[in-house]
C-alpha cells in the first residue's frame, strides 16, 4: 500500500500503478476482458446456471413421482461441472500462453535440452531410416498368384484412366 510518505508517491499522483502488473493484481488477467472472453464468460455462467436449474427441476419431477428423473437430476449438475471444468482450462490455457508470450525469446544458439517428466508426452524425433534390402529369389519358389496380382497393380499404375474392369489380362 502507497502511503502519502511513500517514495513513489508525489503529489496526487500515484506512480506504483506505472510500474507494471504486480503479482496478485487483476492486470495479470486482462486479456481475459476482451470481448470474445466476455462472452465466454457469459456463456459459462449462463449454461451452469441453466444446467443447475435443469437438475433441480428434474429433482422436483422425482420427488413427485417420475423416477426416470433421478438420473437426470444426477445428469445436470455433472453437465454443470463440466462446463466449469473446461472454463477453467480454457482460462489456465490463455494466461499460459500471456506468459509464454511476454517471456523474452530464447537464445535460438542455445537449444534447450528436452526434459522428460513421469507422464509427459514422449518427444518427437526425426524418424528412422530403414534400408530395405530385397529378398534373395534363388531359394524361393515364386508365387503364381502374387505375381499376376503384382503385373495387375502394374497395369493399374501404368493406365491411370483405366478401370479394374479393363484389365486384360
Known sequence: MVTPNHPLRHGNYDTVSETGSAPGTLDAMKRLWTPAWIARHVAMVVLVVSFLGLGWWQISRATAGNSLSWGYAVEWPIFAGFVVY???????????????????????????????????????????????????????????????????????????GARPGDYPG
Do not use: I, M
Open 86 to 160: 473446461v472454463w477453467w482450462r480454457e482460462v489456465k490455457l490463455a494466461r499460459r500462453r500471456e506468459a509464454e508470450a511476454d517471456a523474452p525469446p530464447a537464445d535460438p544458439a542455445v537449444e534447450p535440452a528436452p526434459t522428460v517428466t513421469t507422464g509427459s508426452r514422449p518427444a518427437v524425433r526425426r524418424p528412422v531410416r530403414v534400408s530395405r534390402v530385397p529378398a534373395s529369389t534363388g531359394d524361393v519358389v515364386e508365387d503364381t498368384d502374387l505375381a499376376a496380382y503384382n503385373h495387375y497393380l502394374s497395369w493399374l499404375n501404368a493406365n491411370p
